[in-house]
C-alpha cells in the first residue's frame, strides 16, 4: 500500500541546535515535494518545493534534500528557535492532471529555551 | 490583504443536520481544495475545483457536496450522511492546475458534531 511516514513522536531540541524532521514514503513516485508549516488551529503555510531531480533546496535557515532512491525527504531547521516550535507537515505531488498532494500527519517540533 | 477566509472559526452542529463551511479566496486563483484534517492524521482531500461551474471528488467526497458558482467561492456542505464529521475543515487554492505551485490554506473550520 502506498504511505507516506513522519515520526509521530515529537522532536524536541535546545535553542540553536539543528532540527532535522524525515519524511519516507513508499509506493509513490512522486514527481516534487512539498514542506510546510503548521501551528495549532490554524492552515499549514507552504515552506520550500524540491523537485524529484533536484538534491537539495535551500531557503535562509530552512535545507530541505529529496533522495529519490531511499524514497525520503529530510528538513532542516538550523539555529533553531523557539519560534520555529509548529507541526512540520511534508507533501507528494502525485501526477494526474492536477496539483494533487498527499500529506503526511507531520511532525511536531518543540524548540526549548 | 490577499488570502483565503474560512467562516466560521468554530461550528457546532446536531447530528442529523447538514451544515455548509464558507470558504473565499481573493488571490484570483483557479483551483480550490477542500480538506479534513484529523488528529494523527495526514489531510485528505474530500472535493477540488480546477475552474468554475467544475469540481471533482477527492479521496472521500461521501456525505460531503459542494459548488463552485464563482471563482472566489467553494463552500462545502457537511451532510447528514457523513458518518464522523466532527474534524477540522481546511480549505486551499493554487494558482492553477499546475503541479508546480505551492497551495495556500485558509484558516481552517472546527466542526463539532453530536
Known amino acids: 500500500s502506498q504511505k507516506i511516514e513522519q515520526n509521530s513522536e515529537a522532536l524536541n531540541i535546545q535553542e540553536g541546535k539543528t532540527a532535522t524532521l524525515t519524511c519516507n514514503y513508499t509506493?509513490?513516485?512522486?514527481?516534487?515535494l512539498q514542506w510546510y508549516r503548521q501551528d495549532p488551529g490554524r492552515g499549514p503555510v507552504f515552506l520550500l518545493l524540491?523537485?524529484?531531480?533536484?538534491k537539495e533546496k535551500r531557503k535562509e535557515r530552512l535545507k530541505v534534500t529529496f533522495d529519490t532512491t531511499l524514497k525520503q525527504s529530510l528538513f532542516h531547521i538550523t539555529a533553531s528557535q523557539p519560534a520555529d516550535s509548529a507541526t512540520y507537515l511534508c507533501?507528494?505531488?502525485?501526477?494526474?492532471?492536477?496539483?494533487?498532494?498527499?500529506f503526511g500527519a507531520g511532525t511536531r517540533l518543540a524548540v526549548h529555551p | 490583504d490577499g488570502g483565503i477566509t474560512q467562516s466560521p472559526k468554530y461550528l457546532f452542529r446536531k447530528e442529523g443536520q447538514n451544515v455548509t463551511l464558507s470558504c473565499e479566496q481573493n488571490?484570483?486563483?483557479?483551483?480550490m481544495y477542500w480538506y479534513r484534517q484529523d488528529p494523527g492524521q495526514g489531510l485528505r482531500l474530500i472535493y477540488y475545483?480546477?475552474?468554475?461551474?467544475?469540481?471533482q471528488k477527492g479521496d472521500i467526497a461521501e456525505g460531503y457536496s459542494v459548488s463552485r458558482e464563482k471563482k472566489e467561492s467553494f463552500p462545502l456542505t457537511v451532510t447528514s450522511a457523513q458518518k464522523n464529521p466532527t474534524a477540522f475543515y481546511l480549505c486551499?487554492?493554487?494558482?492553477?492546475?499546475?503541479?508546480?505551485?505551492?497551495?495556500?490554506f485558509g484558516p481552517g473550520t472546527r466542526l463539532t458534531v453530536t
Open positions: 486551499a487554492s493554487t494558482l492553477d492546475r499546475g503541479s508546480t505551485y505551492e497551495q495556500y
Open positions: 509506493n509513490y513516485s512522486p514527481a516534487y
Open positions: 524540491i523537485r524529484e531531480n533536484e
Open positions: 507533501a507528494l505531488s502525485i501526477s494526474g492532471g492536477y496539483n494533487k498532494l498527499i
Open positions: 488571490l484570483n486563483h483557479d483551483a
Open positions: 475545483s480546477q475552474i468554475v461551474n467544475d469540481f
